[in-house]
């Protein structure tokens, strides 16, 4: 257990609808990533959030929002669901500034299924 | 743009044979590298990664790897594998400088039969 956890576990949706995921880091860690894994393939990096501002970007649209908190968890957003987003939602904490490298721990995911 | 390629989609291996998965990075700046694991069912762990120093890097459950500079590789190894390594094998790398972003690999499904 690395100590990131996700919620919900599961979710389906249909197509134009939006949906909020969210991820609480592990103790200690302020940088919350989130990726995008679709079936057979590796997770593919959406955004980034260190202390509450987002820190950078990957390619996906503008339809995929963020937010950070004070107590650095994270939400994910995704606006006007098609169906090519359903996947696995990937978050992931670490903390640069821990003098030990930027490693980052994975929490289990959000299966999200868009018909 | 960074790529990881990750040769082998698919592995079978009999239990106690040894293991080898490729993972080659495009990338010529310092970078950091990392083997992640996905057991059926689970969330993604971290096996090991390479940061500096010996490029020789032990991780958990008797894996290494071995971070090849000239090759822009970083090939993971067990020498005998047990049925309870089946799983999805992750290669990931990491620019040093900069805003830094994980990229994947599409991964390797590894199927050991007991």
């Known amino acids: 257990e690395t100590g990131v956890t996700q919620s919900p576990t599961h979710l389906i949706k249909t197509r134009g609808q939006q949906v909020t995921l969210r991820c609480s880091s592990q103790s200690g860690h302020n940088t919350v990533s989130w990726y995008q894994q679709a079936l057979g393939q590796g997770p593919q990096f959406i955004f980034q959030?260190?202390?509450?501002?987002?820190?950078g970007r990957g390619n996906f649209p503008p339809r995929f929002s963020g937010l950070q908190f004070p107590n650095y968890s994270s939400e994910l957003n995704v606006n006007a669901l098609e169906l090519d987003d359903s996947a696995l939602y990937l978050c992931?904490?670490?903390?640069?500034?821990?003098?030990?490298?930027?490693?980052?721990?994975f929490g289990p995911g959000t299966r999200l299924t868009v018909l | 743009a960074q790529s990881v390629s990750q040769h082998n989609h698919h592995v079978i291996l009999s239990e106690a044979a040894s293991l080898e998965l490729g993972c080659n990075y495009s990338y010529g700046g310092t970078v950091n590298l990392f083997w992640y694991v996905q057991y059926p069912g689970q969330h993604l762990q971290l096996l090991l990664k390479y940061f500096s120093g010996d490029p020789l890097v032990k991780g958990i459950k008797g894996f290494e790897a071995e971070f090849i500079k000239s090759k822009f590789s970083f090939n993971l190894r067990k020498p005998s594998v047990q049925w309870s390594d089946t799983a999805e094998y992750f290669c990931?790398?990491?620019?040093?400088?900069?805003?830094?972003?994980?990229?994947f690999g599409t991964g390797t499904r590894l199927l050991v039969s007991p």
């Open positions: 959030y260190y202390r509450e501002e987002e820190n």
């Open positions: 990931a790398v990491r620019r040093n400088t900069g805003f830094q972003k994980l990229v």
């Open positions: 992931a904490s670490s903390s640069p500034t821990s003098g030990r490298g930027d490693t980052q721990y």
